[in-house]
């Protein structure tokens, strides 16, 4: 199973939008997750952050959860044609989720 976080914030663009640009974003955007969910994709969550130790300067996040690497490549290309990151700053992570003991184990095994 693969994971997707990604992390935003609003670009200038996004906040000089009016409602009408903004709804006509939301609107293809609504589009774009009727389009994942039928590819699998399946959005586990999203929030506003809040302070946390380490955090991100990013103000919004969200998990997604995908079954395979074209999954995955599929995800970006549906995002990036809506137009999202025309509006939106974003950093996204990506990884295979597997137990936490082979990630120890991965790290114990790192070299300089």
Known sequence: MY???EQWTPK?????ASIEERGALFTTVGATLT???EIGVRCLGASAT???PSAT???WFAVWEMSDEA???AFFDVVN???WYDYFDQVNTVGECVPI???LAQHMVLRP
């Open 3 to 5: 994971t997707v976080i």
């Open 12 to 16: 200038q663009a996004f906040l000089d």
């Open 101 to 103: 003991a082979d990630v």
């Open 35 to 37: 389009e994942l969910e």
């Open 50 to 52: 809040r302070a946390a």
């Open 81 to 83: 044609a809506s137009g």
């Open 57 to 59: 300067a990013h103000n």
């Open 71 to 73: 999954s995955v490549s």
